[in-house]
């Protein structure tokens, strides 16, 4: 596995089902994705989401701008 990125994705079975949440947070990628997708800015998600760094964010948003995957780190319990 290559680590050069940084990994803002994490699925842990403990952590809201295994559902894919930004790391360190609760905050699902999905509602991520979906609230750039409906146009807010990146600087809007933050105030609405304040645990999640607007420099993850940007990251985000930035890699779904030039169609990139996000990677994500898969825990298995």
Known sequence: MYMS???FVVSDPEI?????????????VSV??????KG???REI???YPSVSLHIIEAI???????????AEVKVS
């Open 61 to 71: 948003y930035e890699k779904l701008k030039r169609g990139e995957k996000l990677l």
């Open 5 to 7: 990125e940084e990994v």
């Open 40 to 42: 807010y800015t990146p």
């Open 46 to 48: 933050h105030e609405e």
């Open 32 to 37: 991520i994705i979906g609230m750039l997708k």
């Open 16 to 28: 809201c089902h295994g559902k894919p949440v930004v790391r360190g947070t609760r905050v699902p």
